[in-house]
């Protein structure tokens, strides 16, 4: 047999035991305890997924809101302050002091709106981009790895059970929110 047919044979076996394991999951899922299960593994990939991000924050003094604002910010460049409250459902207590610390510390700069003079209009900075830009990079490094070692039919599973996390009367806005993250063609 060819090196070819070997590494074919592999993987069919490979995303046939997934598809085992995954069925298996499914199986559980309808239980209490499956679904605990599932809890479970979510806090556990989100605290590894997390945890790349907060060892590079931690070297401005930034931590986890700091790290939210500056991704949308830098998703968004001239995000209106209302629309972060939004996106992050926090009230403008919680943000002023996260966003006071990095519009002082020069990642993120403020400006009045062109029709709206009122309006707060948020950029990165080129510090706060490239900072945007290498926290995106360490945590989308680790969905490629994973998405790698899936078959490509859970890829998209993945996807849709992640947009199936988000409230049913989010959807709409959040699917908003990454049409216009892409046509920006914003980094990170």
Same mark, same amino acid.
């Given at each position: 047999?060819?090196?070819? /047919?070997?590494?074919?044979? *592999?993987?069919?076996?490979?995303?046939?035991?997934?598809?085992?394991?995954?069925?298996?999951?499914?199986?559980?899922?309808? /239980?209490?305890?499956?679904?605990?299960?599932?809890?479970?593994?979510?806090?556990?990939?989100?605290? &590894?997924?997390?945890?790349?991000?907060?060892?590079?924050?931690?070297?401005?003094?930034?931590?986890?809101?700091?790290?939210?604002?500056?991704?949308?910010?830098?998703? =968004?460049?001239? %995000?209106?302050?209302?629309? !972060?409250?939004?996106?992050?459902?926090?009230?403008?207590?919680? %943000?002023? $002091?996260? !966003?006071? @610390?990095? !519009?002082?510390?020069?990642?993120?700069?403020?400006?009045?709106?062109? %029709?709206? =003079?009122? @309006?707060? %209009?948020?950029?990165?900075?080129? @510090?706060? #981009?490239?900072?945007? $830009?290498?926290? *995106? #990079?360490? @945590?989308?490094?680790?969905?490629?790895?994973?998405?790698?070692?899936?078959?490509?039919?859970?890829?998209?599973?993945?996807?849709?059970?992640?947009?199936?996390?988000? &409230?049913? &009367?989010?959807?709409?806005?959040?699917?908003?929110?990454? *049409?216009?993250?892409?046509? #920006?063609? *914003?980094?990170?």
């Amino acid at each position: 047999m060819n090196d070819l /047919s070997t590494r074919k044979i *592999a993987e069919l076996a490979e995303a046939v035991a997934w598809r085992r394991a995954a069925t298996e999951m499914a199986a559980t899922t309808t /239980s209490d305890e499956g679904a605990l299960e599932l809890v479970e593994l979510f806090f556990f990939a989100y605290r &590894d997924f997390v945890g790349d991000a907060d060892r590079l924050l931690e070297n401005y003094g930034f931590g986890r809101a700091h790290h939210r604002v500056l991704h949308f910010v830098s998703r =968004r460049p001239g %995000l209106a302050i209302a629309g !972060l409250l939004e996106i992050l459902r926090i009230t403008k207590q919680s %943000l002023n $002091r996260v !966003l006071k @610390q990095l !519009l002082e510390a020069g990642f993120v700069e403020a400006r009045e709106g062109v %029709l709206d =003079r009122r @309006q707060r %209009l948020l950029y990165p900075t080129p @510090q706060g #981009a490239k900072l945007a $830009r290498d926290l *995106a #990079a360490l @945590q989308t490094a680790r969905f490629l790895k994973v998405m790698d070692e899936l078959p490509p039919a859970a890829r998209g599973a993945a996807s849709e059970f992640l947009f199936a996390m988000i &409230d049913y &009367d989010e959807r709409e806005r959040v699917r908003a929110h990454l *049409a216009c993250a892409k046509a #920006a063609g *914003a980094a990170p």
